[in-house]
């Protein structure tokens, strides 16, 4: 009996110390789990920021723009007067144009009775050859051919202010089944007064 007591608590040190084995070898295994979770969390937190990064430069740039666009909605510059308009074709499906054609007019500018409307009088030489209608746009102005208006071909310009006594912008016309488009460059015209 008094050798069975040994024996027993030889036997019961060696199941324990299995089982210490064991739970050693879990602890180590959860801490490794802990460790790649941790890592892990790190990575998304990584990914976070950098997202949180690109939104914040993107609500910026939309926030610079929007106060430079509306500068030009809310300010108006004063564009009233004649302009020298160079059009260059640089798209077409119409027969009758060719890309590279070059168009040289004057254009006319003065605000209607509505402070938003403006009306450009287009002419070749001294012929009156088309009359816009357009508003300030947040970009710009917004031109349309008043005699294209319900017509099955239109004629549109949007123009982009640049300067002081410089714009650009395009000029598209319209037609049934094909479409010709054009590059403008306006410069103001010095009128010696």
Sequence with gaps: MKLLLPIFSLLLLCCTSCGLNEQQQLLKQKEAEMHQKQQELLLWEQRLLEKEKLLDERE?????????????????????????????????????????????????????????????????????????????TYSGLKLVDNASAGGSTAIEATLRILKEGKMDGLREIIAPNCKTTYSLSLDRIKTNE
Excluded at 80 to 87: D, I, S, Y
Excluded at 112 to 127: E, H, L, M, Q, R
Aim: aromatic share 10%; net charge negative.
């Design 60 to 136: 910026y740039k939309l926030d610079s723009t929007k106060k430079e666009l509306d500068s030009v909605a809310i300010h108006r510059p004063s564009i009233e007067g004649r302009w020298q308009v160079k059009m260059q074709c640089v798209e077409t499906s119409c027969d009758g144009s060719a890309i590279g054609d070059v168009k040289i007019e004057q254009w006319e500018f003065e605000r209607s009775d509505n402070d938003n409307i403006i009306i450009v009088k287009a002419y070749t030489g001294k012929n009156l050859t088309r009359i816009y209608s357009g508003s300030y």
